[in-house]
RNA sequence: GGAGGGAUGGCAGAGUGGUCGAAUGCACCGGUCUUGAAAACCGGCAACGGUUUAUCCCGUUCUAGGGUUCAAAUCCCUAUCCCUCCGCCA
């Protein structure tokens, strides 16, 4: 959520920002709103005050054992006045308060401008693209002829988008999380954390998956006016950034640094055909979060660090890939700057997203009344939250199957992960 | 699942339907004292919103949502969470 100031004072440079990310904002029907809510706020605390004047003077006259009934016959229908005006605000400030939380965040100065993913800028490059003197397979073909990707046994017993793992090929699977979560929490520094796959409404309104995209989530009850029972985790940052809903932090403990390895349900509602093909885009995957809550002087330095972590993981695997920042266009609801890590996939010959990093700044914060203690004036004021893929580890193992390929089929361990593996440096 | 007991400021913890936004302690901030620190003493210290240049002032908030009342932290109903005991259980 946006600070309503900005809504008050800044509608117009809001709007102008806005746009940049292709979010039309109604500034007519706002403003109307607004001053309505101011006057009619006015009002109803007017009403509000007078009656607790009256209130009170009863309660001193009783104290002197007056007569209170003249006092009383004053009150007369301003109870219902006020609860008649209680009323319009309530339903007033509820229409604002949807508007406001439907809004996207404002995006930061650095992110450029632009309209879709083609606008997005490539900000470095590592690593070079392994030539091959052989016809290169697609994970798929590979994992299927080797026994260990098994998707037609997952459409039997789930349905499409699902996976089942066998083997050396599950084995490894488990290796790259390990793997990722070993590197996180001694080399960078973060908690390894084990959080819950089923999710709250609060939660869900607080890092902003809803109210808007609770079709792309799964959810343990249809929704109703009551709503919509626990939910599984589209990703572990819901749960890990919910950490710090309601809390206010001390200044000293910041910046908290949060990692944890889960497995993430989406609905993939509206993506039908697209990417159905192997293991890109599942209802079910492996992944591990990076999760920062910052303090606001330094969350963009913190991003470019978050964003390294999860680049060290490639590193280490020897994976080449590119880091773009999107485009002003192209960002998630939340974010404020977001860099994408690209991963080269030799059978698709191009790189395919494998980690998201994004800089929230304040707008989680403000929906989960996340604060800190400023040592400066020792007031509250709202965190940065920030999070990061590092990585997918479904995509992570399509690149190591598909980088790591031989021509006989088999698949080389990548040097790292042969700790994870006993050892083992071929599987075929 | 059954039976009880709770939920109050950053934390702990008082609170009779009527100057209760709420005693007290701790923590925190400022000051006196000190070479410096500690201790002691003095003072300050909830959040959010509205109005305002600002001070002031006003409103809301004692888990949440309803209700009773001129007036609710306090009484009633519902929900959520926590604790204790019993049952069940990886």
Not at 241 to 246: A, G
Not at 350 to 367: H, L, P, V
Request: hydrophobic share 35%; net charge negative.
């Amino acid at each position: 959520m946006l600070d309503p100031k900005f809504l008050r004072n800044e509608l117009e440079i809001t709007a102008e920002r806005l746009a940049t990310r292709g979010f039309i904002l109604d500034v007519d029907n706002l403003t109307k709103l607004e001053e309505k809510r101011k006057s009619l706020q006015v009002a109803t605390e007017d009403l509000q005050a007078s009656r607790n004047a009256i209130s009170k003077s009863i309660g001193q006259a009783k104290a002197r054992g007056e007569d209170t009934s003249s006092i009383m016959a004053q009150v007369g229908d301003l109870g219902a006045q006020l609860d008649a005006k209680k009323a319009e605000l309530a339903e007033l400030l509820q229409q604002i308060n949807s508007i406001a939380m439907s809004m996207p965040n404002l995006p930061d100065e650095s992110a450029p401008v632009g309209a879709d993913e083609n606008d997005n800028v490539e900000v470095r490059r590592w690593g070079t693209p392994k030539v091959f003197d052989f016809e290169v397979k697609d994970h798929l073909d590979l994992g299927e002829a080797l026994g260990g990707l098994d998707f037609k046994s997952a459409v039997k017993i789930t349905g499409s988008r699902f996976i089942i793992m066998r083997g050396q090929i599950a084995r490894l699977n488990r290796a790259l999380g390990q793997f990722m979560l070993d590197l996180h929490t001694t080399e960078h520094g973060y908690t390894e954390t084990y959080v819950p796959l089923l999710v709250n409404e609060e939660s869900l309104l607080g890092t902003g998956q809803l109210p808007k995209f609770g079709e792309d989530l799964f959810h343990t009850k249809p929704a109703t006016e009551e709503g919509q029972g626990l939910s599984l985790i589209p990703t572990a940052e819901v749960p890990l950034t919910n950490y710090v809903r309601d809390m206010i932090v001390d200044e000293t403990e910041l910046p908290m640094k949060m990692t944890a390895l889960t497995s993430c349900f989406r609905s993939e509602a509206g993506s039908y055909g697209r990417d159905t093909r192997g293991l890109i885009r599942q209802h079910q995957f492996d992944k591990v979060e990076l999760v920062q809550i910052a303090h606001p002087d330094h969350s963009m330095q913190a991003l470019e660090e978050i964003t390294s972590h999860a680049e060290k993981v490639l590193q280490l695997l020897n994976l080449p890939y590119r880091t773009m920042v999107l485009c002003t266009g192209d960002m998630g609801f939340g974010s404020s700057k977001t860099f994408d890590i690209e991963v080269w996939l030799p059978a698709q010959n191009t790189y395919r997203e494998i980690s998201s990093c994004s800089n929230m700044k304040d707008f989680q914060a403000r929906r989960m009344q996340a604060r800190y203690r400023s040592k400066a004036d020792n007031k509250p004021a709202l965190l940065h939250t920030l999070n990061g893929s590092g990585l997918a580890v479904g995509r992570t193992l399509v690149a190591v199957i598909e980088n790591y390929q031989n021509q006989d089929g088999t698949i080389t361990v990548p040097e790292a992960l042969r700790p994870y593996m006993g050892g083992l440096s071929l599987i075929g």
